[in-house]
């Protein structure tokens, strides 16, 4: 996967006393997009044409997608003409994962959306064989297509030795809208029927993930693993309807985007911080009104707050009041630790993100914004 002469580059590179580039602060990166842009081409034929190798870029046609939709299609990554007219397409649409594409994986990347999808169209177009009008480059520089998918990813300093015992108290404090794909994952924003159509957040352990996708790493891939065995990623997946009812459905939109706050706002509202939880000590005790504490005790025996009370406003009140004077959410459904193994919401904050290695600058394991 990796070639020689890079690995030779990266091994040089390593030995410099003085890098030539400092890390990025360690942020949120751009992992997957599904994108619909200007691009008039002659069709590229029935159903959907699939990337089926990333260390070469490979692009072959796949089977048609049932009854015509890519919902049920076995396509992971794919790109196919749209709008199409006889012979003639006006538009492409592709989802990619811009890392994987440009870099052969995707455990850090960065977040300048708009430059992922010049250079992805620029790449798909060659590797297809179309020429592209300088009209139309323009207008993809301008944002001048539309996103009905976003993944927005950060890898989170944390012990391994906690990373599933942390994902299994998220799927403990979850009753519902959860699905779990594989043990080391959890998947939070679904319905009974399906995932929502605005976003979805997955919890997992990346590391794990890349030990059975690289059984035998190289040397760049080795120090991938190393340097995110103790991580755990949470991946905030924005699908059309959530784009849409943030102004984001369009390229243009994503100039001036503050990544990192979407990103942790998007996080936040689902509360993950509460599903780990400390007792509370005897002084926060005491900062409790009787009442209060007799919800807070009633709540640590098993009775959750909105069944104490006939009006949902009440319990609202007790949870926010009790969580002020505490920081302990008696909205959670899993219950407190009396020695947590972590601080959640030390584990998922913005100081935490592992920043991009200052080994991959110069080497391919690393597409810099331009």
């Known amino acids: 996967m990796f070639k020689s002469h890079t690995i030779q580059h ?13 890390p990025i602060a360690g942020l949120p990166h751009i992992d997957k997009i599904r994108v619909i842009g200007p691009c008039t081409h002659q069709v590229l034929g029935d159903g959907v ?4 190798e990333f260390s070469t870029g490979e692009i072959h046609q796949a089977a048609t997608p049932v009854n015509g939709t890519l919902e049920h299609s076995a396509c992971t990554y794919y790109v196919r003409s749209r709008r199409v007219h006889g012979k003639v397409a006006e538009q492409l649409e592709f989802h990619v994962c811009p890392p994987q594409l440009l ?18 169209f620029d790449l798909l177009t060659k590797k297809l064989g179309i020429n592209v009008s300088p009209d139309q480059r323009l207008l993809w520089s301008q944002g001048q297509f539309k996103l009905t998918e976003v993944h927005l990813t950060a890898n989170f300093g ?4 906690a990373v599933m015992d942390i994902i299994n108290a998220i799927d403990q404090n979850t009753p519902s809208g959860k699905h779990r794909d594989l043990e080391s994952e959890i998947s939070l924003g679904f ?23 690289w059984p035998n790493p190289g040397p760049l ?14 991946e905030l997946k924005l699908y059309s309807q959530g ?16 990544v990192a706050k979407l990103f942790f706002d998007g996080l936040a509202s689902f509360n993950l911080r509460a599903a780990i939880q400390p007792n509370l000590t005897d002084h926060e005790i005491e900062t409790l009104t009787l009442s209060e504490f007799k919800v807070y005790d009633a709540w640590l025996k098993g009775t959750a707050v909105k069944d104490q009370f006939s009006s949902r406003g009440t319990a609202h009140k007790y949870v926010r009041t009790i969580r002020d004077k505490t920081g302990v959410d ?3 459904s899993r219950r407190p630790d009396a020695l947590p193994i972590i601080d959640l919401e030390q584990v998922f904050s913005p100081g935490n993100v592992l920043s991009v290695p200052a080994w991959a600058f110069d080497t391919h394991c690393y597409a810099p914004p331009h």
């Open 158 to 161: 944390c012990p391994l030795s």
């Open 221 to 234: 891939q080795s120090k991938i693993l190393e340097d995110y065995r103790d991580s755990l990623r949470a």
């Open 243 to 258: 784009l849409k009812a943030k102004g984001l459905q369009w390229g243009w939109a994503w100039k001036d985007v503050d």
């Open 330 to 332: 008696c909205s959670a």
């Open 103 to 120: 870099q052969k994986h995707n455990v850090f990347g960065h977040g300048d959306l708009l430059s992922y999808v010049l250079r992805i």
């Open 191 to 213: 319905t009974k029927k399906r995932r929502s159509k605005h976003r979805v957040l997955t919890v997992y352990a990346k590391y794990l993930k890349l030990l059975k996708d």
């Open 10 to 22: 990266a091994v040089n590179h390593l030995l410099d006393a003085e890098p030539p580039h400092q």
């Open 49 to 52: 044409w699939e990337l089926t």
